[in-house]
């Protein structure tokens, strides 16, 4: 039933920084999980964070290794709205971001297959050398 719509994606230099943003359309927002995942060619899609809804148990967000430091996910529940701060980025970081939520899976599982009762149609982060 939830719409997410993606964007603050672009191109930016190894060291850079971006915010992306991802806005739902449900009033119901609070209540899903939201991931963060990622895309790159030729490769198969990977979690990169993920932060709970109010009405799960367990640490409130999870980060892939490979950002742990460099990025923070936040959310707004007040404007249906989760963000993925991305800091010192690195050209690994290229892919496509894409917006995920779940209302009945926690992040303790978001980087399973399953995860993901809906999704954006993702924004392009490219960092460049």
């Known amino acids: 039933q939830v719409q997410l719509v993606e964007s603050g994606g672009g191109v930016v230099q190894t060291g850079g920084s971006l915010r992306l943003s991802c806005a739902a359309s449900?009033?119901?927002?609070?209540?899903?999980?939201m991931g963060w995942f990622r895309q790159a060619p030729g490769k198969e899609r990977e979690g990169v964070s993920c932060?709970?809804?109010?009405?799960?148990?367990?640490?409130?967000?999870k980060y892939e290794d490979s950002v742990k430091g460099r990025f923070t996910i936040s959310r707004d529940n007040a404007k249906n709205t989760v963000y993925l701060q991305m800091n010192s980025l690195k050209t690994e970081d290229t892919a496509v971001y894409y917006c995920?939520?779940?209302?009945?899976?926690?992040?303790?599982?978001?980087?399973?297959?399953?995860?993901?009762?809906?999704w954006g149609q993702g924004t392009q982060v490219t960092v460049s050398s």
């Open positions: 932060i709970n809804s109010i009405n799960m148990s367990g640490d409130d967000k």
């Open positions: 449900g009033r119901t927002f609070s209540n899903y999980a």
């Open positions: 995920s939520a779940d209302p009945l899976i926690s992040c303790v599982w978001y980087q399973e297959s399953h995860f993901g009762a809906a």
